[in-house]
């Protein structure tokens, strides 16, 4: 009788965390460790491939400058060995931030910073900074936490990281205003500042693009249907093709003024044109209060709103047709 063997039937996950003091490494580790990784700060770089060792139980190990034995050739070396075994999938994970908001951190918790434990908070930024670099390029995921809540930060880990994550490319739809920057993680970015706009109308301007009466506004844009059937037949046929070249996670970003009517309603109609293409496609909207929820549950009426809007409606904005024509 054949024994039966002992590598686990789906390779094991390991996780290394690094990235800047400040950034939110202990926090994406205690993410992890919620989702039932073994976790471990700061193991010295030698013992590493010990710990990870022949179990079954997914390991997250954070590893940063005052790791003893660290250097990022060490680090990337460590990582490449482990990536040689088929038993484990290995992910690099970078938490970064801008510089202000490192030095903020600081301020707030008065914490000397490792790279200058007598000197000026500033310099041990710059000299970090420089020093990961290696690690940032060689990243799989890149996390920046200037802007981003705790609560968001830990929705990302999950939806990232989580045991039961469903298989094949998971869709992020994220709604955002142009003049607070584009979102750091976004694949594709789309300007949607041509379709009219329901600030004007002072009977819409307190609503969002949840709301019927400003998905109406925006839809009867004699412009929209063009655009929607432009948007959804250019990205219809790109998902299979990322799913073939092995991508696991993308963003699609759609941006208005205020990001709070016109990229939010065609965040929840794309989302839920995805949903019913059968991907896992989730919307979020940066803009949005979090009394107002992040996430864009299964069934909202918003979902249902995806034929083409009849036409009829006043004349868009020269500027408007310009932009559409520019979609593939």
């Known amino acids: 009788m054949t024994s039966p063997s002992r590598r686990p039937a789906r390779p094991r996950p390991v996780v290394l965390v690094t990235g800047l003091s400040g950034a939110g490494k202990a926090s994406i580790l205690r993410v992890l460790e919620d989702l039932g990784f073994e976790t471990v700060d700061n193991p010295p770089l030698h013992t590493l491939e010990e710990l990870v060792g022949d179990g079954d139980r997914p390991l997250a190990a954070g590893v940063d400058t005052r790791t003893r034995g660290f250097s990022p050739g060490t680090v990337l070396l460590a990582v490449e060995r482990l990536r040689l075994r088929p038993d484990l999938t290995v992910s690099l994970v970078y938490a970064t931030a801008e510089d202000a908001t490192l030095l903020r951190r600081y301020t707030e918790t008065r914490r000397r910073h490792p790279l200058a434990p007598n000197g000026r908070v500033q310099d041990g930024i710059a000299h970090e900074r420089a020093l990961m670099e290696p690690l940032r390029n060689a990243a799989d995921l890149v996390m920046d936490t200037t802007?981003?809540?705790?609560?968001?930060?830990?929705?990302?880990?999950?939806?990232?990281?989580?045991?039961?994550?469903?298989?094949?490319?998971?869709?992020?739809?994220?709604?955002?205003?142009?003049?607070?920057?584009?979102?750091?993680?976004?694949?594709?970015?789309?300007?949607?500042?041509?379709?009219?706009?329901?600030?004007?109308?002072?009977?819409?301007?307190?609503?969002t693009g949840r709301d019927a009466a400003v998905a109406a506004h925006v839809e009867a844009d004699p412009d929209f249907p063009a655009f929607w059937a432009r948007l959804t037949g250019f990205l219809d046929p790109l998902l299979p093709r990322y799913v073939a070249e092995g991508k696991k996670y993308l963003t699609v970003a759609l941006g208005c003024t205020g990001g709070r009517h016109r990229s939010v309603l065609a965040a929840e109609r794309l989302t839920a044109h995805l949903r019913r293409s059968g991907w896992?496609?989730?919307?979020?909207?940066?803009e949005l209060s979090p009394g107002t929820g992040d996430v864009a549950p299964s069934g909202r009426s918003a979902g249902p709103r995806d034929a083409p809007a009849p036409e009829g409606s006043p004349a868009a904005q020269q500027e408007g047709r310009e932009a559409l024509s520019r979609i593939p």
């Open 147 to 207: 802007d981003l809540p705790s609560p968001e930060l830990r929705r990302l880990v999950e939806r990232r990281f989580r045991p039961d994550g469903a298989p094949g490319l998971s869709i992020l739809v994220q709604s955002f205003a142009f003049p607070r920057g584009l979102p750091r993680d976004a694949d594709l970015v789309f300007d949607l500042r041509f379709l009219r706009n329901p600030h004007y109308d002072p009977a819409l301007r307190p609503l």
């Open 280 to 286: 896992q496609a989730d919307a979020n909207h940066r």
